[in-house]
């Protein structure tokens, strides 16, 4: 498999796809398309439907899109998602709203691993929406946490969609509780995500 990506100091939804891949166990190789350049939209032609990155490239095959990545995966790693019906609905459920939510943190707040600017960002509608963040990471750790540190425990699907606004809470300097900064902590700490942190 080859999974084409974006620059990593500014793309969230590669970060997502690839640390679906990295976590599933399933061999792959990572190709950078490097974007904002006058070259990009040649490139990307050559290897993406919709124009955009993430790409999973498995044979014939083209999936695009991160959530779609995603549950390609899951079908050759279930263990990507929790395995209780219950968890496994409520982590669809926050992944969803992660993937065609917060539009407004999205845009305010765009991710650059890189850069520091606390305080900057803050609208009433990015408030909301990282009001809403850590009602799902503490909501769901209360209900599904025990026996780790990620949002179900282990590291699942959800995690990877939501460690992007991890990145982006550091770089904008957003003060969180007790509960969501050691959520943060875990994440920044997991190995894939500080490979892609030192490589952006």
């Not at 999973?56 to 079908?75: P, V």
């Not at 669809?92 to 765009?110: Q, T």
């Not at 209360?142 to 949002?151: K, N, P, V």
Request: net charge neutral; glycine share 8%; charged share 25%.
């Amino acid at each position: 498999m080859i999974l084409y990506i974006g620059d990593k100091n500014l793309s969230s939804w590669s970060l997502r796809a690839w640390l679906a891949a990295v976590q599933s166990g399933v061999p792959f190789e990572e190709r950078l398309v490097r974007l904002d350049r006058p070259e990009t939209k040649a490139e990307l032609a050559k290897v993406s439907p919709s124009g955009r990155v993430p790409v999973l490239a498995d044979g014939g095959r083209l999936i695009w899109d991160s959530l779609a990545i995603a549950e390609y995966l899951a079908e050759r790693a279930p263990s990507l998602w929790p395995e209780e019906a219950g968890a496994r609905a409520h982590a669809r459920s926050i992944v969803c709203e992660m993937h065609s939510g917060f539009a407004d943190l999205r845009k305010n707040m765009p991710q650059n691993i890189k850069k520091r600017a606390p305080g900057e960002g803050r609208t009433p509608e990015v408030l909301a929406d990282i009001a809403r963040i850590c009602a799902i990471w503490t909501g769901t750790r209360a209900r599904f946490g025990a026996g780790g540190d990620f949002l179900f425990g282990r590291f699942t699907l959800a995690d990877a969609f939501y460690a992007p606004v991890v990145g982006r809470f550091v770089t904008y300097g957003v003060e969180v509780d007790d509960s969501c900064a050691a959520y943060m902590r875990a994440v920044l700490a997991h190995p894939p995500m500080e490979k892609w942190i030192a490589e952006a």
